[in-house]
């Protein structure tokens, strides 16, 4: 079977980090594109970075440019996603997905892009 294991969420004051962890089984993470995708309360999910299949360039939302990095160690089969300086705005669940092959920049951020879904870490920024 094909899982996404989203960890690594929790409260953190204005200004600290957190990594999420998002373990892999039943296919290679090298081979997909990989997402991380967040939903605040009363709100869309929305993309936050992007790992695409094969490649070590990364991409990110504007609003977490120089915050936030998305990696892949493919020894563990686990993408992460680092996060410094986080703000309250950052509050949100946070899911990682999982897309066959490669994906043009446009579609990186289209939930419909992606075949699988972890079920979600919440992160909550005080202030």
């Known amino acids: 079977d094909v899982q996404l294991q989203a960890s690594g969420g929790g409260l953190v004051q204005a200004g600290g980090s957190l990594r999420l962890s998002c373990a892999a089984s039943?296919?290679?993470?090298?081979?997909?594109?990989i997402g991380w995708f967040r939903q605040a309360p009363g709100k869309e999910r929305e993309g936050v970075s992007f790992?695409?299949?094969?490649?070590?360039?990364?991409l990110n939302a504007d609003s977490v440019k120089g915050r936030f990095t998305i990696s892949r160690d493919n020894a563990k089969n686990t993408v992460y996603l680092q996060m410094n300086s986080l703000q309250p705005e950052d509050t949100a669940v946070y899911f990682c997905?999982?897309?066959?092959?490669?994906?043009?920049?446009?579609?990186?951020?289209?939930?419909?892009?992606?075949?699988?879904w972890g079920q979600g870490t919440q992160v909550t920024v005080s202030s």
């Open positions: 039943g296919f290679t993470v090298r081979d997909y594109t």
């Open positions: 790992l695409r299949n094969s490649e070590s360039r990364t």
């Open positions: 997905a999982a897309a066959k092959g490669r994906k043009i920049i446009s579609a990186l951020w289209a939930r419909a892009s992606y075949d699988y």
